[in-house]
């Protein structure tokens, strides 16, 4: 047991020495640069649905480690409906979230970059839920709570101003997979 422990604490120790010698292919973005991202969403935390958001990042710090620093915000939309969950039972959701955002990127190219980051914020759930039995009425639910999630996604631009994005994004109320178009001001 100990020499296992020795040689994950000397692999830890190899791998943050090799980290602070890697370096990003190209300089961060600039500070005061805004990226807008303009994104479709897919597979939502209950089992399918589709969405839209809109998220902006504004670049604070350009010079952390090899990459940059941005803050901004997130405004989703998303529409699920999960029929497995009970037999006879029809869920219906329509989310809402607006959470502030906050990511670390590095831009590996000129043209390409990976970023990851955090989201905290409130989110709403319109919840509608039809039984298919005479016996029982249906129901609905309204529920405001608080949102967090995180997210990794990459941007490629095809030029100084446009390209297209991916990001996977867990939060309680977003939708798993998002891609779209990125504009750079």
């Known amino acids: 047991m100990k020499v296992k422990g020795l040689l994950v604490a000397a692999v830890a120790t190899m791998i943050c020495f090799g980290a602070q010698n890697a370096s990003a292919i190209e300089a961060p973005n600039h500070e005061g640069d805004f990226n807008l991202n303009v994104m479709a969403g897919f597979l939502s935390e209950y089992s399918g649905g589709i969405g839209a958001n809109v998220s902006g990042d504004y670049v604070l710090v350009n010079s952390w480690w090899k990459g ?21 039972v029809d869920m219906k959701y329509t989310n809402f979230a607006v959470m502030a955002r906050a990511t670390y990127g590095l831009n590996i190219t000129d043209k390409f970059e990976v ?24 129901a609905r639910a309204n529920t405001l709570r608080p949102c967090l999630g995180g997210l990794a996604g990459v941007r490629y631009f095809f030029s100084d101003s446009f390209g297209v994005t991916a990001e996977f994004n867990y939060s309680n109320y977003g939708a798993l997979a998002n891609v779209g178009v990125a504009f750079k001001f």
């Open 115 to 138: 970023h990851a980051g955090a989201l905290a914020g409130l989110g709403f759930i319109a919840e509608r839920i039809h039984y298919d039995t005479t016996a029982i009425e249906d």
């Open 68 to 88: 940059h620093f941005t803050v901004g915000g997130f405004l989703e939309f998303n529409k699920t409906t999960d029929k497995d969950w009970v037999p006879y």
